[in-house]
């Protein structure tokens, strides 16, 4: 990833690099049913709604914010509930990564990877930069790249690094540590929901010396039904996205030098 590099590509981790369909989201179901106290649990379509809004990014936020709702529905202020956000912090990260914090046997172990160390190596030999911005913390981020992937110590702006998206201020660091002396290549943000894209819109809002391209993936839990992938799509579309892919992989070069023209 030297002098050669013609593009930039940042991808966020949840839902285009590991699938968390069965995991953030089932812990953040858990999380949700514990503090309803077993009376409500959302699926897929309802976290899918939520974080449409474009500003649920952090599951432990999104946790808090669908126990409150149920609780309005039913009458009751949040200033009632008395919900410790630490408490629901500590619950969410005990069915993720499990109970013991040192040795994770949670959730995380059990995440699809949605591509292969090669197609990074590919990227490098066609000379495109890449990196990771995510609302993954740090040591969420760091197992599944350099334990799952094998990576040695990518560029990585996690949780704890930034503010939350749609704030592009971590896409704006991993581009300042991705470009070297490339300054002002082409950046294409690869990411599965609103919030990423309209990071991308605020990223060019910002800094309009550059492009800055949005590449919705669609996450493997919209793509068993065509009607629900479809309208997905246009979702990530309406919220900047120039296009959407099924999978990460089909970000090829080729696919790259296209959206460059």
Same mark, same amino acid.
């Given at each position: 990833? /030297? $002098? ?6 940042? #991808? ?7 699938? %968390? *369909? ?13 503090? &309803? ?11 899918? @709604?939520?974080?449409?809004? /474009?500003?649920? $990014?952090?599951?432990?936020?999104? *946790?808090?914010?669908? %126990? ?10 949040? =200033?009632?509930?008395? +919900?410790?956000?630490? %408490?629901?912090?500590? #619950? ?5 990564? /499990? ?5 994770? &046997? ?22 495109? *930069?890449?990196?990771?911005? =995510?609302? @993954?913390?740090?040591? =969420?981020?760091? #197992? ?11 560029? +990585?702006?996690?949780?704890?690094? @930034? ?8 896409? #704006? ?8 002396? $490339? ?24 800094? =309009? &010396?550059?492009?800055?391209?949005? %590449? ?28 959407? +892919?099924? $999978? ?14």
């Amino acid at each position: 990833m /030297g $002098n050669e590099a013609i593009a930039i590509i940042v #991808f966020d981790i949840d839902g285009v690099i590991r699938d %968390v *369909s069965n995991s953030y989201r089932r812990a953040l179901a858990d999380t949700v049913e514990h503090f &309803t106290q077993g009376s409500y649990r959302p699926t897929q379509t309802d976290i899918d @709604a939520l974080k449409g809004e /474009g500003i649920w $990014n952090n599951d432990w936020e999104a *946790s808090q914010e669908m %126990v409150h709702r149920y609780f309005e529905q039913q009458g009751k202020a949040r =200033s009632e509930l008395g +919900l410790d956000y630490d %408490v629901l912090v500590r #619950f969410f990260q005990s069915r993720y990564r /499990g109970p013991d914090p040192d040795n994770w &046997t949670g959730y995380i172990c059990q995440e699809p990877l949605l591509l292969e160390a090669d197609y990074l190596n590919q990227l490098t030999a066609a000379g495109l *930069s890449w990196g990771f911005f =995510s609302g @993954a913390t740090r040591g =969420s981020a760091t #197992f599944v790249l350099e334990k799952r992937l094998g990576l040695s110590a990518p560029v +990585l702006v996690a949780m704890e690094d @930034a503010p939350g998206k749609p704030d592009p201020t971590g896409l #704006f660091e991993a581009v300042s540590r991705l470009e070297g002396e $490339n300054r002002g290549m082409p950046v294409i943000y690869a990411g599965d929901t609103v919030a990423d894209m309209q990071t991308v819109l605020r990223a060019r809002e910002q800094d =309009s &010396t550059r492009r800055w391209i949005g %590449v919705g993936i669609l996450p493997p839990h919209v793509l068993g039904s065509t009607e629900y992938a479809l309208n997905y799509s246009n979702g990530l579309i309406e919220a900047g996205a120039s296009l959407t +892919l099924a $999978n990460v992989q089909q970000l090829t070069p080729d696919r790259v030098r296209q959206l460059m023209k």
